[in-house]
């Protein structure tokens, strides 16, 4: 692909919108030993998150590119281009009116209050890299659920969070894993205790305002014996998908995953929009009897975007049980691939796994891929995969037309009504900002 | 409807050189008119040279052979962009419409019930006709929803349909007959100026082909005009036209009064081409 390289050219033709970065804290450029003690000097890391970051870094530079599943589109990445930590600037530095009027539009159309598109364009205080988390973190903490930010995580709850970090997600897993292991900051951590049901589903907002900055995320779930908790993402935060959609140049590479003991359950709800190249693969590891993991994902790829995602479910004891729905809508000459982990071993009885996804194709130029592996050993085990695509024919839309909505509005419904029965399941408010946010996308892409 | 600065300035032009003899057509300001229309497909002529005039409050019918063109004079009245208009003109209340697109037309008050309808997966026919119904507000006015679905469900009722089909996907697994009762449905609801029925009585049972009839027949009045394009007398028993017409090979062969369609039927289109020394232009 010719454009790759403007992935990482730090001098986006004009009209882009970037402030000038004036963050308080920046690792500068480029990844080295320097860097990483760096962050952690920082981030005031105890010792051990130290040296777990150096081990990261070590293995990340030994690791090659994972090529064979991974896509041609990380051959443009220069990490030696890259800033791998910016932490929050203190004072404001620019201008509402220095704001770009389609931007401004954006925030009106997402009905975003006044005093948060401020902090959202950056007006007020920035918070690059850093999660924010919404008030359900409060009442959920009335049930001894901790939901913090990672950081946050391995300071106030060492005992917890030492005991499963780098244990759910290995440094080794992929070169990426490495990678975040050496320079992760933000994401979150959240710890369900035994039979605890978080009812509604936690989520955190994030923002990434400055150029050439990878989002090195690191979230990691606990749910305790028979406890349930829903984890969202993208679906209902603007401040992300608004930021995605400015930097079409943002890389958005993040390791997420979830353990679930014994009749405990890990669900992720994730949406991706926007964001050049997205690659993520929310994963579950069923590690109690009965566990259960479920993973729904939605994923746009407009014009010049790669929406690479998908799930893992690692099943690790009898009668576990996972679920995956993915839908991708690819649009213009987006593309959309789904890549499916599932992993049963030999020993193991009566797990089940059930895996959809669905691809939709916006225009001819469009493009899906699906790579679904499932690895399923032993007996009594069952495993149902089904895949389909599809693509809005022109004569539905000239029918949705001949009814009198535009061609973007004809688009838009149709992709709603793609992934409408996946968003039915989502609660309420979250399925009228996710058709918004598609309205938005489509209305861009048409005409 | 606002119409864009370049349109508007067409449509005067074409208006004021209608106003001189021989050029264009004569205003017809409450009609659909087609006037001299010749449009290809794929290298191929299928409508050669046809004119018709339907005022509102009339109901005419076309009757003619297979793949003698009556879909695509229906589909290029609507605006599909597969066809190309080599020569002639479509206008509606003086509006010429070739100029807009089909969402534009439509929202003019241009109803085209397909002969075959398409999908339209996963969006329910309530979220469909909302969405149909709010595009036709002004700017700004928000659909009422208690009165949308008293609505729905008052045409529902007249067309025999179970409520439960507002939450059914567009088309999707309907039946041939569910099919075209969903159309007159859509009819029903967005009350237009003009609708081009295709076919709406093929496939359907007898049962059904009377209350889709009663339907349409309860949308008659002085506002609307209908064009029904049909292969069979039937249906013209239960909505009686004002005129048929006759179309054989991409044009109007013969047009006449409601009894043309049962001399039609006695003596087929033979007679009907033969007899029909010119193309017959009615009105
Ligand atoms: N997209 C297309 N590409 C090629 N040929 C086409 C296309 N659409 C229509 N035609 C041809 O144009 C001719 C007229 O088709 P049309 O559907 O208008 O006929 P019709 O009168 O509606 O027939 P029927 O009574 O069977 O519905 C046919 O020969 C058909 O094959
Ligand atoms: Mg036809």
Request: include cysteine; aromatic fraction near 8%; charged fraction near 25%.
């Amino acid at each position: 692909m010719k454009t790759n390289t403007k992935a990482v050219d730090i001098n986006r033709g004009i009209g882009d919108f970037a402030y000038p970065e004036r963050h308080v804290r920046d690792a500068g450029i480029g990844l080295s030993e320097k860097t990483v003690h760096y962050i952690s000097d920082v981030k005031e890391d105890p010792d051990w998150v130290r040296e777990f970051r150096l081990r990261g870094l070590k293995t990340f530079l030994e690791k090659p590119l994972p090529t064979h599943w991974a896509s041609k589109d990380l051959e443009a990445i220069d990490f030696d281009k890259i800033r791998y930590y910016l932490a929050p600037g203190t004072a404001p530095s620019r201008s509402w009116d220095e704001v770009p009027e389609d931007i401004k539009r954006t925030f009106e159309r997402l009905g975003i209050p006044e005093q948060e598109r401020k902090f959202l364009a950056g007006v007020e205080a920035q918070f690059d890299s850093e999660a924010v988390y919404s008030n359900i973190k409060k009442a959920v903490g009335e049930q001894g659920v901790i939901f913090v930010g990672s950081t946050e995580g391995l300071k106030n709850h060492p005992e917890i969070f030492r005991k499963w970090f780098g244990k759910v997600i290995p440094i080794g897993d992929n070169k990426f894993s490495a990678l975040n292991s050496a320079v992760f900051s933000g994401g979150s951590f959240i710890y369900v205790p035994p039979g605890v049901k978080v009812k509604h589903p936690l989520q955190a907002y994030f923002r990434i305002n400055a150029e050439n900055f990878g989002q090195f995320e690191r979230t990691l779930i606990i749910a305790d014996e028979g406890s349930e908790v829903t984890y969202m993402e993208g679906c209902t935060a603007p401040k992300f998908i608004t930021v995605q959609n400015w930097s079409s140049n943002v890389f958005n590479l993040v390791t997420k995953r979830g353990l679930a003991h014994e009749d405990a359950e890990v669900k992720w709800i994730d949406c991706n929009i926007g964001s050049r190249l997205t690659m993520k693969y929310p994963g579950v590891i069923m590690k109690g009897r009965k566990a259960r993991g479920e993973v729904f994902s939605i994923a746009l790829a407009n014009d010049g975007q790669h929406q690479d995602t998908g799930a893992k479910m690692i099943h690790a004891a009898d009668e576990t049980t996972s679920n995956i729905i993915s839908k991708s809508i690819s649009i213009g000459k987006g593309r959309a691939t789904y890549r499916g982990l599932v992993h049963v071993p030999k020993h193991l009885k009566h797990c089940k796994n059930n895996t959809e996804c669905d691809a939709l194709l916006i225009n001819s130029t469009s493009r899906t891929d699906t790579y679904p592996a499932i690895t399923v050993r032993g007996t009594g085990n069952a495993v149902q995969h089904e895949a389909s695509v599809s693509q809005v024919s022109s004569e539905q839309i000239f029918y949705m037309q001949q009814r009198g909505l535009t061609e973007a509005q004809a688009m838009s419904l149709s992709v709603n009504g793609f992934v409408n029965d996946l968003v039915r399941q989502f609660p309420m408010e979250y399925s009228v900002e996710l058709k918004r946010l598609i309205e938005l996308e489509m209305e861009g892409s048409v005409g | 409807m606002p119409l864009r600065a370049g349109r508007r300035k067409k449509a005067e032009a074409a208006l004021a050189s209608a106003a001189k003899p021989g050029i264009f057509w004569v205003p017809e300001m409450n009609a659909l008119v087609v006037k001299d229309l010749h449009v290809t497909i794929a290298g191929q002529e299928i409508v050669r040279g046809l004119s018709l005039v339907v005022p509102r409050g009339e109901v005419h019918a076309i009757m003619g052979p297979n793949g003698s063109g009556k879909s695509t004079l229906a589909k290029v009245m609507a605006g599909h962009p597969d066809y190309e208009i080599t020569a002639g003109k479509i206008a509606m209340d003086d509006q010429d419409l070739l100029e807009l697109e089909p969402d534009e037309r439509a929202r003019l008050g241009l109803f085209l019930a397909f002969q075959y309808p398409s999908e339209v997966p996963g969006v329910t026919i309530a979220n469909f006709l909302r969405a149909a119904v709010q595009a036709r507000l002004p700017d700004g006015e928000e659909l009422e929803a208690t009165d949308f679905y008293a609505r729905l469900y008052e045409k529902m009722e007249l067309l025999g349909m179970d409520r439960s089909f507002t939450s059914r996907a567009v088309n999707e697994g309907f039946s041939g007959g569910e099919k075209k009762r969903t159309e007159i449905l859509q009819l029903a609801m967005l009350e237009p100026k003009y609708a081009v029925l295709d076919e709406t009585d093929s496939g359907l049972d007898i049962d059904a082909l009377k209350t889709v009839a009663h339907g349409v027949n309860s949308l008659r009045g002085p506002d609307i005009g209908i064009l029904l394009i049909t292969h069979y007398q039937r249906i013209l028993n239960y909505i009686v036209p004002d005129h048929v017409h006759v179309m054989v090979q991409g044009r109007i062969v013969r047009s006449g009064g409601k009894e043309l369609a049962l001399e039609l039927e006695e003596r087929g289109y033979d007679w009907a081409r033969d007899g029909a020394a010119e193309p017959a232009f009615t009105r």
